[in-house]
Structure formats: structure tokens, C-alpha cells
């Protein structure tokens, strides 16, 4: 009867905590921090069965798609929502994911994924290099100006 006792207080003591937990907002936290995670196992869970050769190569395609959305998924989370308006080509760097493990482990190698993938890649790089010239251009632009007047300052002059 004490062990009895002793498990009814254990549960009664948690559910007190969780409740405690739920009215400071401690779930509605963790919630907003980790729903990628519903992303991200779905996405495993392909390569999984992929790999114990389960299903045919193509689920690697929404598998690598899954895998890294959720993972600017929750880095979004970690820094701000804000860093989506430049890791917006990574959605497109998703799909080439995606493209490229199916070309990589399936046995026919289909050299249309592969042609899709690097596309998808050098487009998605051209994008990302395009954010990060329009927002720290003008830095880069000020630094090589700086320079380069410091160098014609600097460099002893030639007698003619």
C-alpha cells in the first residue's frame, strides 16, 4: 500500500508541475522553438526507410526537401524571422537537395536530376550572393574604396 502512496503522490506532483509549467507559458516557448521538428522527423523518417530499403529512391526528393526547410526552419527560430528575407533561396537550395540524393542513390543515376539539382544549386547561390551584395555591398564597396585610396597615399612616390 506505501508504494501505492508513494506513485499516486510522484503523479500528482507532476501533474501539479505541468500545470505550474502551462500557466507560466513554458509549453506555448518550447512549442514556438521546436515545431520544426514535425518537419524534420517526417524527412528522416524517409531516409530511413530508404535506406532500409523500404521504399524506392524517389522518397529521398521530399526527404532532403523536408530535411532542409526544417533546418532554416529552426534557425529562423533561433535568430528571428527577419533572417527570412535573405535565406529565402534556400528553398530552392531545398529542392537541389532533394534532386541530388535521388540522383546520388538511385541505381539508374538519372542525369535529369542531377542537371535539375546543379541548376537549382547555382541559382540558388546566385540569389544568396545577390542578397549579400544588396544588403553588405555598399560596406564591401567602402571598404575596397578606403583601401585603395590608403594604398595610392601610402606607396613612396617614383622619381621620374
Same mark, same amino acid.
Given at each position: 500500500m506505501s508504494n501505492n502512496r508513494y506513485s499516486i503522490g510522484i503523479l500528482i506532483v507532476a501533474v501539479g508541475?505541468?500545470?505550474?509549467?502551462?500557466?507560466?507559458?513554458? %509549453?506555448?516557448?518550447?512549442?514556438?522553438l521546436l515545431w520544426p521538428i514535425f518537419i524534420l522527423l517526417p524527412g528522416l523518417l524517409l531516409h530511413m526507410l530508404f535506406f532500409g530499403r523500404m521504399l524506392p529512391s524517389g522518397v529521398l526528393i521530399p526527404g532532403g526537401i523536408l530535411v532542409t526547410t526544417s533546418i532554416m526552419f529552426f534557425f529562423c527560430n533561433l535568430v528571428g524571422w527577419s533572417a527570412m528575407e535573405y535565406l529565402w533561396p534556400g528553398f530552392l537550395f531545398? !529542392?537541389?537537395v532533394g534532386l541530388y540524393e535521388f540522383y546520388l542513390f538511385d541505381?539508374?543515376?538519372?542525369?535529369?536530376? *542531377?542537371?535539375?539539382?546543379?541548376?537549382?544549386?547555382?541559382?540558388?547561390? *546566385?540569389? %544568396?550572393?545577390?542578397?549579400?551584395? %544588396?544588403? !553588405?555591398?555598399?560596406?564591401i564597396l567602402a571598404f575596397i574604396l578606403i583601401a585603395g585610396g590608403a594604398f595610392l597615399i601610402m606607396r613612396p612616390r617614383r622619381s621620374w
Amino acid at each position: 500500500m506505501s508504494n501505492n502512496r508513494y506513485s499516486i503522490g510522484i503523479l500528482i506532483v507532476a501533474v501539479g508541475v505541468l500545470l505550474l509549467l502551462s500557466r507560466i507559458g513554458f %509549453f506555448g516557448f518550447i512549442w514556438g522553438l521546436l515545431w520544426p521538428i514535425f518537419i524534420l522527423l517526417p524527412g528522416l523518417l524517409l531516409h530511413m526507410l530508404f535506406f532500409g530499403r523500404m521504399l524506392p529512391s524517389g522518397v529521398l526528393i521530399p526527404g532532403g526537401i523536408l530535411v532542409t526547410t526544417s533546418i532554416m526552419f529552426f534557425f529562423c527560430n533561433l535568430v528571428g524571422w527577419s533572417a527570412m528575407e535573405y535565406l529565402w533561396p534556400g528553398f530552392l537550395f531545398a !529542392v537541389s537537395v532533394g534532386l541530388y540524393e535521388f540522383y546520388l542513390f538511385d541505381k539508374h543515376k538519372p542525369r535529369g536530376a *542531377l542537371t535539375a539539382s546543379i541548376i537549382l544549386a547555382v541559382l540558388s547561390a *546566385l540569389f %544568396f550572393g545577390m542578397m549579400i551584395l %544588396f544588403t !553588405v555591398g555598399i560596406y564591401i564597396l567602402a571598404f575596397i574604396l578606403i583601401a585603395g585610396g590608403a594604398f595610392l597615399i601610402m606607396r613612396p612616390r617614383r622619381s621620374w
